[in-house]
């Protein structure tokens, strides 16, 4: 089993930066892909970030290239969002996954562990 517990979110103003982090539990945290999605109120969830169990592979929506990076921290069983250039439209709920697969994956569906979310808010 795998916990997941988002930080980081709250009020910006456009062009600002925020950086999310998720700490997580369990063992064998390398072995999981990690993920950041995030969700706006009346949209679907939408994958925002990815990175592989290692941390040598990233990948990134095209909404977010160049803006937001993704990183972890194997020894602290860690995973980071930073996100800066930050516009209105990036105004949701932002949660971190887990799957059990070194690889990235880019669908929500192939996630099998979810944190609560926390909230960022990009005011123009």
């Known amino acids: 089993q795998v916990q997941l517990i988002e930080s980081g979110g709250g009020l910006v103003q456009a062009g600002g930066s925020l950086k999310l982090a998720c700490t997580t539990s369990?063992?064998?945290?390398?072995?999981?892909?990690m993920g950041w999605f995030r969700q706006a109120p009346g949209k679907e969830r939408e994958f925002v970030a990815g990175i592989s169990g290692s941390g040598g592979s990233t990948d990134y929506a095209d909404s977010v290239k160049g803006r937001f990076t993704v990183s972890r921290d194997n020894a602290k069983n860690m995973v980071y969002l930073q996100m800066k250039s930050l516009k209105p439209e990036d105004t949701a709920v932002y949660y971190c996954?887990?799957?059990?697969?070194?690889?990235?994956?880019?669908?929500?569906?192939?996630?099998?562990?979810w944190g609560q979310g926390t909230q960022v808010t990009v005011s123009s």
């Open positions: 369990g063992r064998s945290f390398i072995s999981y892909g």
């Open positions: 996954a887990a799957h059990t697969a070194m690889w990235i994956a880019t669908m929500s569906a192939q996630y099998d562990y």
